[in-house]
């Protein structure tokens, strides 16, 4: 660049200017948490326990069918300090944690390649739809006559229920971004490479993590599918294998407590991992995060 | 138009860029649009030239072709290096700061890691905005988005700055305002500036030269060099009584329209 010199500027454009940007402030950012997006799930959930003990306590099914929630509290527990529940939930979660991975980079892949060309969109956005929608234990049966009862067949199954999703958001986040930024970026001096890094990916930033996060959803899904019908002894015991071999002792508390643990793990990873990357991802560029 | 400088004849003066007999057409389906039809111009090292013409005449689609994001349907156009391009909208990064965005042109224009904060100060401070470097876009107002825009431009390196009516959605004293940093910055730096706008009265404070282009298809109707002294304000009586001509001759250009 030519190097300007430091001529000195009027004293009154330089004073009307910073009172412009003065007038012009944005207001400064306020933070605070709001306690009844908190509270008010907490007394829902409350409620729902007080109602299923009232239907426990009037007897309409039998005790084997319909535990107190006491009774369910009590299995939980237990499964809780003799380690069961704690090796169950760890797991399913190394498995899901394995196989997301494996999906964020094979989905992240596809998606890049498939996002440069507009016939390539064209051609594999409505059939990575279609996977989307199908439900994920279709594959169970397929998986299974291709890896017999292995890991394979789960890590298989987690792959077909995350990888479209993620692969369908990048993509659909690099269809989106405005003309505008990607003519930005080439009037810059970007590359090809350098384009896709520094503004096409970026870009679909925020798109991408809800397919993300949707694929982080699928992946548990599947998982949990997979261990159910995939159990073998060999396979280590995740909480699908709990839920299922409390069906196979018809230990209805185990069952509960399984299905508990299993929406716990769901919630905990989408609030303390998914929502805080959103939520800053979304509040970097000045758009407000839905929800919480 | 073909500029033939004083100077050309001891001196070949080469410039920054020269647009020779280039047409436009845009084809979609069987409704062929021209958008430009045979331009010519140049634009020699450190000349402020002003695009003028009615919406939809073209000005875009020539400073597309300058900055090389498009190509001409015939005819050349050469620049002597990739001249920076600002839009009406600032076209900044929202997911970066400020300074984020004028880094990463000083990045991309293979300015050393070491050397960028120094330059990206630098740069925040000569549009006046050195304490905003970590605000976000939506942080800035749109008279700051433009000036970080201005600065990211400037960052890039090039000796030719394309502006495409960047200061249209801003209101009257902040366009004021960035006419004068404008102006300073241009005499300050010596590049050459192609300016376009459809506000006759901004064409005149602004450039050495207005080239006033026709519409459907774009041609150059006339140009107009101004000799109006610099620094000069948009109230000047000089600005005044040459955009009055200016606005008649774009006034009888758009009623060919109407009768044809
Ligand atoms: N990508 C495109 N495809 C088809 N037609 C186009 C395209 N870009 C521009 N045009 C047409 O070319 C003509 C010139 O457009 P251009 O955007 O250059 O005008 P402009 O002078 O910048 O107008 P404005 O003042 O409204 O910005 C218009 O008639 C427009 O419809
Ligand atoms: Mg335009």
Redesign the interface.
Known sequence: MPQPDLVKESPELASVSDGLDALEQAPPRRRRIDWTAIVAPILVLAAFVGIWHFVWWTAWKPESTLPSPATVGQSLWTSITDGTALEAVWTSLSRAILGFAIAVVAGTVLGVLVGQFSLLRKGFRPILSALQSLPSVAWVPFAIMWFSLSPGTIYFVILMGAVPSIANGLIGGLDQTPPLLRKAGVVLGAGRLQLIRKVLLPAALPTYLTGLKQGWAFSWRSLMAAEVIVNSPDLGTGLGQLLENGREMLDMPSVIASIFLILVVGVVVELCVFAPIERKVLRDRGLSASGL | MTLVDERSAHTEVVPRASVRAVTKVFSQGSQAVTALDGIDLDVTPGEFVTVLGASGCGKSTLLQLL???DKPTSGTVETSS????M?Q?S??????TAAGNVE??LK??GVPRKERPERVQELLE?V??GA?GD???????G??RQRIALA?S??????LLLMDEPFAALDA??RD?LH??LS??W?????SVVFVTHNVREAVRLGQRVVLLSSRPGRVLRTWDIELSQPRTIEDPGVGALSAEITAALRQEISRHAAA
């Open positions: 900055a090389g994001l990739q001249p920076a391009l839009f909208e076209a900044l990064f929202p997911w970066l990463l042109a991309l224009a000569l006046r905005l905003a605000r976000r876009v939506h942080e800035l107002s008279g700051q990211r400037l960052g890039q390196g090039a000796d004293i902040t305002v004068e940093e300073d910055l005499q300050r730096t010596g590049m």
